[in-house]
């Protein structure tokens, strides 16, 4: 992250720290999609995935490990976004978050 501070910086910012869960294996999914893939979706997904991220860990979890799919139409069109990047990318790069 760098010193701007634009309100689209500021953001960012805060996407990322609301990324980072208490669990590795959503950090695993979800800190890869935002720097690879955030900044080339459509804004009605950027404002899904901020949805998401203000859910419950145990709620994202059961989502991104394919148990179960969000009711909410928005909500599963970026868990599957997000599950599709995650195992169509190497993001080895990120296993020492």
């Known amino acids: 992250m760098n ?5 689209a910086a500021i953001l960012r910012k805060r ?5 980072r869960r208490g669990m590795w294996e959503l950090d695993l ?3 890869p999609f935002l720097e690879q893939r955030f900044d080339h979706i459509s804004e009605a997904d950027q404002l899904a995935y901020q949805q998401l991220i203000e859910g419950e860990d145990q709620d994202l979890f059961v989502w991104l490990m394919h148990r179960e ?3 909410e139409p928005s909500q599963r069109r ?3 976004m997000i599950v599709e990047h995650a195992e169509t ?3 080895s790069a990120y296993r020492t978050l």
């Open 15 to 19: 996407l990322y720290w609301h990324s």
């Open 29 to 31: 999914l979800l800190i």
């Open 89 to 91: 990318t190497d993001n």
């Open 78 to 80: 970026i868990v599957q």
């Open 69 to 71: 799919w969000p009711e």
């Open 3 to 7: 010193d701007d501070n634009s309100p």
